[in-house]
């Protein structure tokens, strides 16, 4: 069965530092890939997706992630964090032929003291 | 634009009842997908619907049902509520559900089971 696999449950760092928040699925085919995220009290929000192209997307809010076909990766980063980033992020990848079926990792919750 | 709404936002109920959860999706999308979210087992897709035709489905029980109406509100039913199935149910929203298309989530249901 296809997974979605998030390294870190739990990231902390300071404002200002850089981050990147790991995500590998295990699906072979085609693909494409999202990050959302979950700020405290709200709902899920579409940080960036890949659809096809450059392997480098950029999202909202400076977050970028890079597809790595080969690693069957799509990490996400951000060069300098700030207090406001604090939220839960998602990788979440929709495979061919599966309509509306996205399969999310468990999610890898980010706090960062100001 | 309205984004997805879902009603009630809140709701408890006792073991062994059923529950109707409602979503509407934003205007002139007609793909509605549905997903669980609990604290064990993260964000799981139960199914989705277009065209009010159901026609991708997760992993659960026969006691998840849903349907969708010509307006494209979709509606979710639970019967014969076990404790584990407190949890936020999530509803999303896109055009077709096409594999290009980026789901668009509402606040979401949460359920407490007693």
């Known amino acids: 069965a296809q997974s979605v696999s998030q390294h870190n449950h739990h990231v902390i760092l300071s404002e200002a530092a850089s981050l990147e928040l790991g995500c590998n699925y295990s699906y072979g085919g085609t693909v494409n890939l999202f990050w959302y995220v979950q700020y405290p009290g709200q709902h899920l929000q579409l940080l960036l997706k890949?659809?096809?192209?450059?392997?480098l997307v950029k999202g909202i809010k400076g977050f970028e992630a890079e597809f790595i076909k080969s690693k069957f990766s799509f990490n996400l980063r951000k060069p300098s964090v700030q207090w406001s980033d604090t939220a839960e992020y998602f990788c979440?990848?929709?495979?061919?032929?599966?309509?509306?079926?996205?399969?999310f990792g468990k999610g890898t919750k980010l706090s960062v003291k100001p | 634009k309205a984004g997805v709404t879902q009603t009630p936002r809140y709701l408890i109920k006792t073991r062994g009842q059923q529950v109707t959860l409602s979503c509407s999706p934003i205007?002139?999308?007609?793909?509605v997908s549905w997903y669980q979210q609990t604290p064990g087992q993260g964000l799981q897709f139960l199914f989705e619907?277009?065209?009010?035709?159901?026609?991708n489905k997760g992993n659960f029980p026969g006691r998840f049902s849903g349907r969708q109406f010509s307006n494209s509100r979709s509606e979710m039913n639970v019967s014969t509520l076990e404790l584990g199935d407190s949890a936020l149910y999530l509803c999303?929203?896109?055009?077709?559900?096409?594999?290009?298309?980026?789901?668009?989530f509402g606040p979401g249901t949460r359920l407490l089971v007693l």
């Open positions: 999303a929203s896109s055009f077709s559900g096409g594999i290009v298309e980026t789901q668009y």
């Open positions: 979440a990848v929709m495979r061919g032929g599966s309509q509306g079926n996205l399969i």
């Open positions: 619907y277009f065209s009010e035709t159901q026609r």
């Open positions: 205007s002139g999308h007609r793909s």
């Open positions: 890949y659809f096809s192209g450059d392997p």
